[in-house]
């Protein structure tokens, strides 16, 4: 009897199963929220689908009716380009607050730096080795899901990564080390502080790098041109083995 019980509190408490819309949303809300908390990243619609166990279009509708009330806030994806994994790119989903608190944290941060580092020389240079940092971080998280799951190509390991981060990666074409990154998760504070793109050119650097054995023994060579294009700012990487590094010092 008391595992019958259980089942129907379990069912009871399954968001999914509220009637009421209103109920449904402030618990997908309150999930975003758990998952910004953990991750520091938003959610699509699948996500929210699997989650709830509802379809992705009305976890979809559910979203956008947030997005209205000025709960969430989505980023929007070029969908015309070539799809990062199948499909198009998704939409992430994210709440407003932490948004609003991720902005005011990166706003001081970078104006923290630019304080310590007054000539634009230095203040990249810091910026760059930050990036780096946080490139190698994400490699080595990468590398610890990796032993759960199957191995990928080091191409879609970057897009899963840039994907996951928000940055919504798109294929140029037939050459996949050229991207646009069709969404900036830190757009808004692009503006005053450009310092930031130049972390995340040191994080893809960074990432690429240390990503696996197979690239640990080469210095990535990273392009990123901001915002040059009405798809993205352009992002290109290549390689250069140790070898090449040696004659160009010599």
Same mark, same amino acid.
């Given at each position: 009897?008391?595992?019958?019980? +259980?089942?129907?509190?379990?069912?009871?408490?399954?968001?999914?199963?509220?009637?009421?819309?209103?109920?449904?949303?402030?618990?997908?809300?309150?999930?975003?929220?758990?998952?910004?908390?953990?991750?520091?990243?938003?959610?699509?619609?699948? +996500?929210?689908?699997?989650?709830?166990?509802?379809?992705?279009?009305t976890?979809?509708?559910?979203?956008?009716?947030?997005?209205?009330?000025?709960?969430?806030?989505?980023q929007?994806?070029?969908?015309?380009? +070539?799809?990062v994994?199948?499909?198009? @790119?998704?939409?992430?989903?994210? @709440?407003?607050?932490?948004?609003?608190?991720?902005?005011?944290?990166?706003?001081?941060? =970078?104006?923290? /730096?630019?304080?310590? =580092? @007054?000539?634009?020389?230095?203040?990249?240079?810091?910026?760059?080795?930050?990036?780096?940092?946080?490139?190698?971080?994400?490699?080595?998280?990468?590398?610890?899901?990796?032993?759960?799951?199957?191995?990928?190509?080091?191409? +879609?390991?970057?897009?899963?990564?840039?994907?996951?981060?928000?940055?919504?990666?798109?294929?140029?074409?037939?050459?996949?080390?050229?991207l646009?990154?069709?969404?900036?998760p830190?757009?808004?504070?692009?503006?005053?502080? @450009?310092?930031? =793109?130049?972390?995340?050119?040191?994080?893809?650097?960074?990432?690429?790098?240390?990503?696996?054995?197979?690239?640990?023994?080469?210095?990535?060579?990273?392009?990123?041109?901001? /915002?040059?294009?009405?798809?993205? =700012?352009?992002?290109?990487?290549?390689?250069?083995?140790?070898?090449?590094?040696?004659?160009?010092?010599?």
């Open positions: 009897m008391s595992q019958d019980i +259980q089942a129907r509190k379990r069912r009871d408490q399954t968001p999914s199963r509220r009637r009421s819309g209103e109920e449904i949303r402030s618990a997908i809300l309150d999930y975003l929220h758990t998952s910004a908390e953990r991750t520091g990243t938003g959610l699509t619609a699948q +996500q929210i689908g699997a989650a709830f166990g509802i379809h992705p279009t976890a979809r509708f559910h979203l956008e009716h947030l997005v209205k009330q000025g709960e969430a806030v989505r929007t994806r070029d969908g015309d380009g +070539q799809s994994g199948r499909g198009r @790119p998704a939409v992430i989903y994210s @709440p407003t607050s932490m948004n609003h608190a991720r902005e005011d944290m990166i706003s001081s941060l =970078c104006t923290a /730096l630019e304080t310590a =580092c @007054p000539d634009t020389r230095s203040r990249n240079a810091a910026a760059l080795k930050a990036g780096l940092a946080w490139g190698r971080t994400l490699a080595q998280q990468r590398r610890e899901h990796a032993e759960k799951s199957a191995p990928s190509s080091m191409t +879609q390991t970057l897009l899963d990564v840039l994907n996951t981060l928000g940055f919504a990666p798109v294929r140029t074409g037939s050459d996949s080390a050229s646009y990154l069709t969404s900036c830190f757009l808004d504070s692009v503006s005053s502080h @450009p310092i930031i =793109c130049t972390i995340h050119r040191g994080m893809v650097r960074g990432f690429v790098e240390s990503s696996n054995s197979a690239t640990r023994d080469r210095k990535a060579r990273v392009l990123l041109k901001p /915002l040059t294009s009405p798809k993205g =700012c352009f992002l290109k990487v290549a390689k250069a083995d140790n070898q090449s590094r040696k004659r160009v010092k010599q």
